[in-house]
């Protein structure tokens, strides 16, 4: 079975750095993909690790640890527009997804 | 490129009554296509995994009568939810897959099924 572990909700202030922690479980393995998605829409591609190691996008970035089943999602500088759920999914020909991380970027 | 289209983008229907939602790649050959389900504040559960001109597998505990995958082309799969109930409103997602690359699943903006 699957088992992908995330922090249901986090809140934090503009301009300021939030990390999404994800543990995975899972019987199969070949890449870890972050997400965002806004109510109501579907998601929307932010990164993906296959490697251990840190991959940097702009303000967000994603590490990977395939020896400890972690990842997380570094979001810097964080902006309103952040507010969004963060969605962790292990790769394994098909997606399985973590529940989500609700982020709330207050003024 | 990579764009996934879906139809409607929202739906109500009556109790008991069929409903299908479509899944369109645009501007690439999808041979491999995802059904999700999403229900409020939780995360999206994987119902069916549909490759073109065969059947679509199903995950365990998703009714493959109620919910009729049918992937006749490279750039369509539909998705008919039979004789709907009010517990099968839901937010409803594909995603395409191309044979070329294993990796990536392009989104769909998802269906809203209302049954009331």
């Known amino acids: 079975g699957q088992n992908i572990d995330q922090p249901t909700e986090m809140t934090a202030t503009e301009g300021a750095i939030v990390q999404i922690n994800c543990t995975y479980q899972t019987s199969g393995f070949n890449g870890l993909f972050w997400y965002q998605q806004h109510a109501g829409e579907a998601p929307t591609f932010l990164s993906y690790n296959v490697l251990d190691g840190l991959e940097e996008k702009g303000r967000f970035s994603s590490f990977l640890s395939r020896s400890k089943g972690y990842s997380y999602l570094l979001l810097k500088e964080l902006q309103m527009k952040d507010s969004a759920s963060y969605l962790c999914a292990v790769n394994d020909y098909k997606l399985s997804f973590g529940a989500g991380t609700t982020v709330t970027v207050r003024a | 490129g990579a764009v996934v289209s879906q139809h409607p983008s929202w739906v109500i229907c009556k109790s008991g009554t069929s409903v299908k939602i479509e899944c369109r790649s645009l501007d690439f050959q999808a041979t491999t296509m995802f059904w999700y389900r999403q229900f409020p504040k939780q995360s999206l559960m994987l119902m069916a995994t549909?490759?073109?001109?065969?059947?679509?597998?199903?995950e365990q505990g998703v009714e493959k009568d109620k919910f009729l995958i049918n992937h006749a082309s490279l750039t369509l799969s539909t998705l008919t939810v039979t004789s709907a109930h009010p517990e099968d409103s839901s937010f409803y997602i594909c995603?395409?897959?191309?044979?070329?690359?294993?990796?990536?699943?392009?989104f769909g903006p998802g269906t809203r099924l209302t049954v009331l």
């Open positions: 995603s395409a897959r191309t044979g070329d690359a294993i990796i990536e699943q392009f």
């Open positions: 549909s490759n073109e001109g065969s059947k679509a597998t199903y």
